[in-house]
């Protein structure tokens, strides 16, 4: 099955910027997206089709992806922005179809 | 505002089944695919599957893990998906998330752009 491999946590000083990676086998070929996860809260969706924003979103919030590495970019990091974020796609090929990444852990320092 | 709320999670023992519900309000049901996503105390997001909406035969997908043991249904006169759990083992013990899923077809590229609180689902002896 596929897998998505991101980094267990990132740590940045607030004010700086943080880059969260997902890695996967030719990943640029796929729509990746992201999500949020405060402690004891839902999910909630950041980043759609590589860099897509949701309303209601912060522009500090970009993604790309190219290559076999997704990114997931949180410029000018806030307090509150300290969370679980995980990496999704979809590999029409495995058995798991929507596969999450095993989720980052950002540390606002 | 669209809102997910789950309901039905409890303490269940192993091999017994469970229904889980997941009440929509705010949107259009019957015009989105619904999507089960769970989450293990102190794991990550793992998918469970998913039903399309009626416009696209209200097919269902699953992850290999609940194949031939869940279900999901839809009862769009509601706005209520249904999330059937049979032969619960211990390794089901989650918190489960309802999702509203985009676009409605869910064929490749399909994002969960609206979510619940969860119902914790506990399967011990």
């Known amino acids: 099955s596929y897998v998505l491999t991101q980094p267990p946590s990132v740590s940045v000083a607030p004010g700086k910027t943080a880059r969260i990676t997902c890695g996967g086998n030719n990943i640029g070929s796929k729509s990746v997206h992201w999500y949020q996860q405060k402690p004891g809260q839902a999910p909630v969706l950041v980043i759609y089709y590589d860099s897509d924003r949701p309303s209601g979103i912060p522009e500090r919030f970009s993604g790309s992806n190219s290559g076999n590495t997704a990114t997931l970019t949180i410029s000018r990091v806030e307090a509150g922005d300290e969370a679980d974020y995980y990496c999704q796609v979809w590999d029409s090929s495995s058995d798991h179809p929507r596969v999450f990444g095993g989720g980052t852990k950002l540390t606002v320092l | 505002e669209v809102q997910l709320v789950e309901s039905g999670g409890g303490l269940v023992q192993p091999g017994r089944s469970l229904r889980l519900s997941c009440t929509a309000s705010?949107?259009?049901?019957?015009?989105?695919?619904m999507s089960w996503v769970r989450q293990a105390p102190g794991k990550g997001l793992e998918w469970v599957g998913f039903?399309?909406?009626?416009?696209?035969?209200?097919?269902?997908e699953y992850a290999a893990s609940v194949k031939g043991r869940f279900t999901i249904s839809r009862d769009d006169s509601k706005s209520i998906a249904y999330l059937q759990m049979n032969s619960l083992k211990t390794e089901d013990t989650a918190v489960y998330y309802c999702?509203?899923?985009?676009?409605?077809?869910?064929?490749?590229?399909?994002?969960?752009?609206?979510w619940g609180q969860g119902t914790l689902v506990t399967v011990s002896s």
């Open positions: 705010g949107f259009t049901f019957g015009d989105y695919a």
């Open positions: 999702t509203r899923v985009k676009p409605a077809y869910c064929g490749g590229d399909c994002y969960d752009d609206y």
């Open positions: 039903i399309r909406s009626k416009a696209y035969g209200g097919t269902t």
